[in-house]
């Protein structure tokens, strides 16, 4: 089962900036993942504190104050620390994301390394744990799983500071062990303290471990293991393996003497040591010949002891101590001349383990300064090509490089980089005025598509001709994108049809047409009653277009009043009739039907002009005015 899978975190966003994507490693204080930070675009590494020591402010303060420490440091050979921060219950780090493995994974799949490659790496382990020294900082837990390497051979150390930060919490005292029991030094088992000459015993007990394979001391428990780091001489590493050089048994001895005063007072003197070894060493080793299969409590030590532990202090019975090895002793009257050639001594290790090509990591679909980062942070040097469009991958993103990712290359050398520029903008054309069928034209060579024409009345732009667009003249939109085109359909005539001629005449004129064209014919209807227009309602006209206007003269023998044509038809009550013009409809309507009258409401256009229930719109035009019998029906316009 992946166990990724059910750890809360994965998925989770620490301080809204680093999005947790898969958990990489599980140790004894904390648990390492792999992270997006999105404010920089890049992936970094987050080591999270277990809770039982975030739940400690005393820890919490001193983790804070190591991590600003340990962020001052700048080596090629230190993981680098670039943030710090509280997320709930989570203290964490923001690291360097660098890919690769443990040196213990190595140490698992290959077994004891060549006595150059040993060297080669430790040269620059050395380095880092210098570089800590010379800034006053002790590392406390050295050990091949704080050492990461690549497959191209580059080295870095891990997790500076992080001990410190534990031994000053409420979960310590005076007294106790912090550490690694497989790589700690005697004074650390005895009281708990440690100096730069701490990290040096446990770095010549992991060049022990290089050479043969294994820890120098195995043991039932912990307790058992100390015992022997305090009571017994680390042996010589030439005794489980015949090739081993006497120079490299002195280097061990050295720096494993169980009296801090007989060490190489730190890391860089230890690297003086180990770069003048490397030098005498013959160029290539061919096979290797070990001592026996180590026993099955030295195998079960050499697992169980690699995990960092807070344990108290070992009270160990004094015995007399065994004299120290005096196989190699540190004239530092020389080590004062090596120290003048110091920089030829680094540049030394830098040669002996920096390899001379680098993989093209993947630069594509990051910002274009996080690529840059990366790609300087693997020896390579960055060249900016034109950008190039694109409607899919946002400005300022990686679209493609050369050479592309994972060709192999010379450090130095230069990847050219094409960014995005974004989706390319256009600017709407301006089209107003134009017929449609050119409209459509000009937004085409700008790089627009016509979604749809919206067909709008207008009293200033003929008909047939584009009044405007959406998104309007002048904008800058997304090449590709749609444009609504609003047509003219000019004017529309009015419905005056049963209006009275001189409400249907005013309102022509007042719509900005000419009804000086009426025709009067004999009808039933009333006399002056509108009967027929010519165009129809509804047409679409140009303004000052002529209207031709029939109105009812009445019948020939004159229009009556059906109890006036029929005797047996009784008369009825005559009453006024409210004129409504020029008022709310619904006002107008509810009004007339208080007074007994029926109401028929129609719509002066019939389309392109909003109607809906007539709500806001005022009456335009009322047929009949003066009396007419009570109960009549009115008919109304707006």
């Not at 991958?393 to 050398?413: F, H």
């Amino acid at each position: 089962m992946d166990t990724t899978l059910s750890d809360p975190l994965v998925g989770h966003t620490l301080d809204g900036r680093y999005r947790v994507e898969s958990r990489i490693a599980r140790g004894g204080m904390a648990s390492v993942y792999l992270a997006l930070d999105v404010r920089l675009d890049r992936m970094v590494a987050i080591k999270v504190m277990h809770r039982s020591l975030a739940e400690d402010p005393q820890f919490v303060r001193r983790f804070i104050g190591e991590a600003k420490s340990v962020a001052s440091l700048s080596h090629p050979n230190i993981v680098h620390v670039f943030d710090q921060g509280t997320d709930g219950d989570h203290v964490y780090l923001s690291m360097e994301y660098f890919p690769g493995k443990t040196l213990r994974a190595v140490l698992d799949e290959r077994g004891p390394l060549a006595p150059r490659e040993a060297l080669e790496i430790m040269i620059p382990v050395l380095a880092a744990l210098g570089s800590a020294h010379l800034a006053g900082l002790i590392h406390r837990d050295v050990k091949p799983e704080n050492v990461l390497m690549t497959e191209d051979g580059r080295v870095k150390v891990v997790d500076f500071g992080l001990v410190r930060a534990i031994e000053g919490g409420n979960q310590t005292r005076s007294g106790v062990m912090i550490g690694t029991v497989g790589y700690m030094a005697p004074e650390q088992v005895t009281t708990g303290q440690a100096d730069v000459r701490a990290d040096v015993y446990a770095a010549g007990i992991m060049l022990f471990e290089l050479l043969t394979g294994r820890q120098p001391f195995g043991g039932e428990s912990p307790v058992s293991v100390a015992y022997r780091h305090v009571h017994e001489s680390v042996p010589a590493p030439s005794s489980f393996s015949y090739d081993i050089a006497p120079a490299l048994d002195a280097l061990v001895a050295a720096a494993t003497a169980k009296d801090p005063a007989d060490r190489p007072r730190d890391a860089n003197a230890m690297l003086v040591a180990a770069v003048e070894v490397h030098r005498t060493l013959p160029a290539a080793t061919t096979g290797r010949h070990s001592a026996p299969p180590r026993p099955a409590q030295v195998e079960q030590a050499f697992h169980t002891g690699s995990h960092t532990m807070i344990q108290p202090a070992i009270q160990i019975p004094p015995t007399t101590p065994p004299r120290s090895r005096r196989g190699f002793r540190v004239n530092w009257g020389i080590v004062a001349l090596a120290l003048v050639m110091v920089g030829g001594i680094a540049f030394s290790g830098w040669y002996f383990t920096t390899p001379r090509t680098a993989i093209v990591p993947d630069l594509v679909q990051r910002n274009v300064e996080a690529a840059r980062q990366l790609a300087e942070s693997n020896g390579f040097t960055i060249k900016i090509a034109e950008g190039r469009y694109d409607a899919k991958v946002p400005k300022d993103m990686v679209l493609e490089t050369s050479p592309v990712k994972g060709v192999e290359a010379e450090r130095g050398s230069v990847i050219t980089i094409i960014a995005s520029r974004g989706p390319e903008m256009v600017t709407v054309p301006k089209v107003e005025g134009k017929t449609e069928a050119d409209a459509r034209v000009a937004i085409s060579d700008a790089g627009l598509n016509v979604s749809r024409v919206r067909r709008t009345p207008s009293d200033t732009i003929a008909r047939g001709l584009v009044i405007k667009t959406d998104p309007v003249v002048g904008k800058k939109v997304e090449k590709g994108s749609n444009v609504i085109l609003a047509v003219s359909m000019g004017l529309l005539l009015p419905d005056v049809v049963n209006m009275p001629r001189d409400q249907a005449e005013a309102l022509m004129r007042e719509n900005g047409f000419d009804p000086s064209c009426v025709n009067e014919v004999v009808d039933d209807t009333q006399q002056g009653t509108v009967i027929a227009q010519e165009p129809i309602a509804g047409a679409e006209v140009d303004k000052g277009a002529r209207v031709c206007l029939t109105v009812s003269r009445g019948p020939d023998t004159g229009w009556k009043w059906p109890w006036e044509q029929d005797p047996s038809v009784a008369a009825p009550d005559f009453v006024p009739v409210p004129d409504v013009r020029f008022k709310d409809v619904n006002e107008a309507k509810r009004e007339l039907e208080a007074a007994g009258f029926r109401v028929q409401v129609h719509k002066l256009f019939s389309r392109g002009r909003p109607g809906g229930d007539g709500a806001g719109k005022r009456v335009r035009g009322q047929n009949p005015l003066g009396q007419v019998p009570a109960g009549s029906t009115i008919n109304l316009w707006y």
